[in-house]
T-cell receptor, first 112, second 115 residues
């Protein structure tokens, strides 16, 4: 399974944009890039996913580098509720199983 | 729909005892996953079901662990002869696999403490 590398922690102030980076230099052509987050004392929750093109949804945007070796999760205006651990995960449905392989993620702190 | 539910939310047991956890997935979700999470780590995959068939088991799932999903609805995870190393959060997730990939919806977890 392809690996991802994320910073251990990041900080932001409320209402500022946050860019959470993820490196995945060994990504294969069929790997999807998924982001999940885990709020304190809760199970993980889905944020967004993409393959090649940038993606937007109501929670965040996902910017994928042209060579797909890195991606960035963008929270446009951080709120206190966005304080969580963010996981960048590669999934290869055609070849692998559908299990999620979590790393240690990036712990995001948001200050008022 | 109330989401994925897990019962109990907390369990304290003595070493050597057996414990059983239950997961109720989102209705009509055909896939159900079990993960385990220890402090400071991301969740680790244990096993998953498609309907009632158990399709994959992690090497983390020793002989003391067994999971079932009778009739393809709720699932149970049993740990026999618990050890202190089994102390962790046990997470259940469900999904509806219809296309090339799916979104997993997680429950709140069952926190197990083995004394």
């Amino acid at each position: 399974d392809a690996k991802t590398t994320q910073p251990n922690s990041m900080e932001s102030n409320e209402e500022e944009p946050v860019h959470l980076p993820c490196n995945h230099s060994t990504i294969s052509g069929t790997d999807y890039i998924h982001w999940y987050r885990q709020l304190p004392s809760q199970g993980p929750e889905y944020v967004i996913h993409g393959l090649t093109s940038n993606v937007n949804n109501r929670m965040a945007s996902l910017a994928i580098a042209e060579d797909r070796k890195s991606s960035t999760l963008i929270l446009h205006r951080a709120t206190l509720r966005d304080a969580a651990v963010y996981y960048c995960i590669l999934r290869d449905p055609p070849r692998g199983t559908d299990k999620l392989i979590f790393g240690t993620g990036t712990r995001l702190q948001v200050f008022p | 729909d109330t989401g994925v539910s897990q019962d109990p939310r907390h369990k304290i047991t003595k070493r050597g005892q057996n414990v059983t956890f239950r997961c109720d997935p989102i209705s009509e979700h055909n896939r159900l996953y079990w993960y385990r999470q220890t402090l400071g780590q991301g969740p680790e995959f244990l096993t998953y079901f498609q309907n009632e068939a158990q399709l994959e088991k992690s090497r983390l799932l020793s002989d003391r662990f067994s999971a079932e999903r009778p009739k393809g609805s709720f699932s149970t995870l049993e740990i026999q002869r618990t050890e202190q190393g089994d102390s962790a959060m046990y997470l259940c997730a469900s999904s509806l696999r219809t296309g090339i990939t799916d979104t997993q919806y997680f429950g709140p977890g069952t926190r197990l403490t083995v004394l």
